[in-house]
């Protein structure tokens, strides 16, 4: 039994310093031009994922659900978001410029929570190119872009014309 427990912590130690000297050696890739490995994609993937489900609070959005805010929501998206997200008639694609890929809200939408959209807009994704606007603006203005940002996908026709018609006036 003593062998086998020595047999064990030489293999975790092996793995350990294993893995220290293959990134402390810089043999990791990190181009942002070449696509990550599967093994990298899952683990940072669900990593991201796991790590903002935790974090983020489990509160009901304090901004109510109204036509009028979603249209404020995504005059907020536009001059904010839109220009990595993607805009909502979805011309431009650049979600693979970064790792994990810029997720383009109109053409996909979001499987998370408005709270954990929130949480993320505010205080963004380490490593991810997704800062922490909690910085810049406050917290409402956050809520509201999450309300729009999860309902992107799925808008009432009056909030799409309200803001189609924003867009077409600022061409």
Not at 2 to 17: E, H, R, T, Y
Not at 55 to 68: F, G, H, I, K, M
Not at 97 to 102: C, D, G, Q, V
Request: proline share 5%.
């Amino acid at each position: 039994m003593k062998n086998f427990i020595l047999g064990v912590f030489a293999g975790v130690l092996f793995f350990v310093l294993g893995t220290m000297a293959y990134l402390r050696l810089g043999l990791a890739e990190v181009r942002a031009d070449l696509p990550p490995s599967k093994f990298e994609a899952r683990f940072m993937t669900a990593s991201v994922h796991a790590s903002v489900r935790r974090q983020a609070p489990e509160a009901t959005n304090p901004v109510s659900l109204s036509d009028e805010n979603l249209v404020a929501g995504g005059k907020l998206y536009a001059n904010n978001c839109a220009g990595c997200h993607g805009n909502l008639g979805g011309s431009e694609d650049i979600g693979d410029s970064l790792f994990p890929p810029i997720p383009q809200f109109a053409k996909v939408g979001t499987t998370y929570t408005e709270a954990q959209i929130f949480w993320v807009t505010k205080h963004g994704i380490r490593r991810a190119g997704m800062f922490a606007n909690g910085k810049w603006n406050n917290d409402k203005d956050l809520w509201t872009m999450a309300a729009f940002i999860k309902r992107i996908r799925e808008l009432p026709p009056g909030v799409q014309s309200a803001l189609s018609s924003k867009t077409e006036s600022a061409k």
